[in-house]
């Protein structure tokens, strides 16, 4: 059974950090790159960032650049979502995904060919 379980989220003050983890199971671990991805409440979905676990490469999204760090640990098939400096636009439901490629293109975050989401965690930022 394929499962991709997030967790970490809560509340937290503006400035503050959260980390969220992303558990996988039942597919190949390596053979995707794993995205994290957020939506806030009347707003679209947004990629947020990108890693590839079998290298270690990860993408951010501007917004996010400099604050978020990914990471892996592929001898637990999960994936971290490193979140510093915390502010309210950050509040959102974050989704993590394995997803077939990703990257930056046009100087904007890319993420295709999503395959397995998980449920989501909830992140709120307060001011």
């Known amino acids: 059974e394929v499962q991709l379980v997030e967790s970490g989220g809560g509340l937290v003050q503006a400035g503050g950090s959260l980390r969220l983890s992303c558990a996988a199971s039942?597919?190949?671990?390596?053979?995707?790159?794993i995205g994290w991805f957020r939506q806030a409440p009347g707003k679209e979905r947004e990629g947020v960032s990108c890693?590839?676990?079998?290298?270690?490469?990860?993408y951010y999204a501007d917004s996010v650049k400099g604050r978020f760090t990914a990471a892996s640990d592929n001898a637990k098939n999960t994936v971290y979502l490193q979140m510093n400096a915390l502010k309210p636009g950050d509040t959102a439901v974050y989704y993590c995904?394995?997803?077939?490629?990703?990257?930056?293109?046009?100087?904007?975050?890319?993420?295709?060919?999503?395959?397995?989401w998980g449920q989501g965690t909830q992140v709120t930022v307060s001011s």
């Open positions: 995904a394995a997803v077939g490629s990703c990257g930056i293109r046009l100087g904007v975050l890319y993420m295709d060919e999503d395959n397995y």
């Open positions: 890693i590839y676990s079998s290298v270690g490469t990860a």
């Open positions: 039942g597919f190949p671990f390596d053979d995707y790159a």
